[in-house]
């Protein structure tokens, strides 16, 4: 049996790098503010901000709440010295996002523009395409703000051991509950869906066997010939299958499912699901709706026997936990429910990570 270990933003965020949405918004609108309190200007391709006289001291900007009440207060300022202006109502409605939720999904916000503008806009074409290099900008200072602050930043000192990858897997976690079941780890594929090479460090210090593989299925920080996939991969979702009758191919421009024919790690992917039956790990990956065209493949694939769930414990003095969230993410994923409930493994056979 084979062993297929999925790796998400989690997994990075629990050694304390700064990869979330939010982490990355902090940065860019500090950036934008920062810029503006030192020169009186800044013009950007999302954002413009004038002031026609000195501003005293630079405000509080410590967090993301503090960079945005920053924004609101410089938007209401009635004089004529100060002006703000977004060139995008995309970035414009992140910041909103933001202000409601406190957190935000630029992939799933992306996703959810698109459809709004492709029912309603008079101007398609046009609107697409402003989207859309909207869209690759803000790709773009991500993957810029990963290589030059997060891991540039933040070294992993004394990775922990991982060995238990390649222990057998008990019965009692396969639908199969037949004593003489093989279990014998034979081959494992770590799909890494994090641009961060984070999970490398693990792989040198285990000196993990010629049977592990790994696929930076979502691309590789600082390698060409993987780039980043940055986009929304749900082609079962109602509203996309509507795209198709449009004809308009900028609908696609950041849809995962094309992305993944760049490279030859999606068809890996599927050459080692075809070729045994297998278990799926989930360490830090949220199985959220982004990427369910590749996770419906994964969990209801014939050879799928186990879905066991690493899960995120809020704190060592507490139960609290993502568990039944996680269960709650990965039912999206298939259409016949009962089958969810016998590959999924259950909470007290599985452990936190």
Not at 93 to 107: A, G
Not at 208 to 213: A, E
Request: hydrophobic share 35%; glycine share 4%.
């Amino acid at each position: 049996m084979n062993r297929l270990v999925l790796i998400g933003n989690g997994f990075d965020l629990s050694h304390k790098l700064k990869t979330s949405y939010n982490d990355f918004l902090f940065y860019y609108l500090k950036k934008i503010l920062n810029d503006f309190f030192s020169n009186l200007f800044y013009e950007g391709k999302l954002i413009e901000l004038h002031s026609k006289s000195s501003i005293n001291g630079f405000p509080k900007m410590e967090t993301l709440d503090d960079l945005i009440i920053v924004l609101n207060i410089l938007k209401s300022k009635r004089d004529s010295n100060i002006s703000i202006k977004y060139k995008s109502q995309f970035f414009q409605e992140i910041i909103e996002s933001y202000q409601h939720k406190k957190w935000v999904d630029l992939e799933n916000h992306y996703f959810s523009y698109l459809l709004r503008m492709s029912n309603a806009s008079s101007n398609l074409i046009d609107d697409l395409s402003k989207l859309n290099q909207e869209f690759e900008y803000l790709k773009t200072e991500l993957e810029n703000y990963l290589r030059e602050v997060v891991i540039s930043d933040n070294p992993i000192q004394n990775p922990a051991k991982f060995d238990f990858l390649l222990e057998d897997i008990p019965v009692d976690q396969l639908i199969d509950s037949n004593p003489d079941y093989p279990t014998c780890i034979e081959n494992i594929h770590v799909l890494n869906f994090n641009y961060t090479p984070t999970f490398n460090v693990y792989a040198e210090h285990l000196n993990l066997k010629k049977n592990t593989s790994i696929n930076f299925i979502h691309g590789e920080l600082n390698n060409p010939d993987n780039p980043i996939i940055f986009g929304f991969g749900d082609e079962h979702n109602d509203e996309y299958k509507k795209f198709e009758n449009k004809k308009e191919n900028q609908l696609f421009e950041h849809i995962k499912s094309f992305k993944y024919l760049r490279t030859s790690n999606y068809q890996d992917l599927i050459r080692f699901i075809d070729g045994n039956e297998f278990q799926v790990c989930i360490m830090g990956h949220s199985c959220g709706l982004s990427d369910r065209t590749m996770l419906k493949e994964i969990f209801e694939h014939i050879n799928c026997k186990s879905i066991l769930i690493y899960y995120h414990k809020w704190g060592p003095d507490t139960h609290e936990n993502d568990y039944v969230n996680k269960t709650y993410e990965i039912s999206r994923h298939f259409a016949d429910k009962g089958m969810m409930r016998k590959k999924v493994v259950s909470f007290e056979k599985s452990e936190a990570l």
